[in-house]
């Protein structure tokens, strides 16, 4: 079992920066993959970035590629989302889920995920 909460969203003016961080509870955080995903309004939830446990493999959304980072700290049980050159585009619901998978790639798909955090909001204004 693991419980997920997400915080560091705020609203930020277009080509800003934010740092998103999950804190995971739970012993095992350490053989979950970890996975950033995004709502908007009226949208369905997407994948944004994620971290697979086992090979360190990163992987992104092609629209947040190069500008985003996925991280995480096993020693802190947490997982961040670097966020640079935002864009309007990039304004939604944030949030973290855990996927207790055993591949070496992370997946992007949402029902993957075993256990999600209740979301952080990121507005990203013109």
């Known amino acids: 079992q693991v419980q997920l909460v997400e915080s560091g969203g705020r609203m930020v003016q277009t080509g800003g920066s934010l740092r998103l961080s999950c804190a995971a509870s739970?012993?095992?955080?350490?053989?979950?993959?970890m996975g950033w995903f995004r709502q908007a309004p009226g949208k369905e939830r997407e994948f944004v970035a994620a971290?697979?446990?086992?090979?360190?493999?990163?992987y992104y959304a092609e629209s947040v590629k190069g500008r985003f980072t996925i991280s995480r700290d096993n020693a802190k049980n947490a997982v961040y989302l670097q966020m640079n050159s935002l864009k309007p585009e990039d304004t939604g619901v944030y949030y973290c889920?855990?996927?207790?998978?055993?591949?070496?790639?992370?997946?992007?798909?949402?029902?993957?995920?075993?256990?999600w955090g209740q979301g952080t909001q990121v507005t990203v204004s013109y």
């Open positions: 739970g012993r095992t955080f350490s053989v979950y993959d």
């Open positions: 889920a855990a996927d207790r998978a055993v591949g070496r790639v992370p997946s992007r798909l949402v029902d993957e995920y075993d256990y």
């Open positions: 971290h697979n446990w086992i090979s360190g493999f990163t």
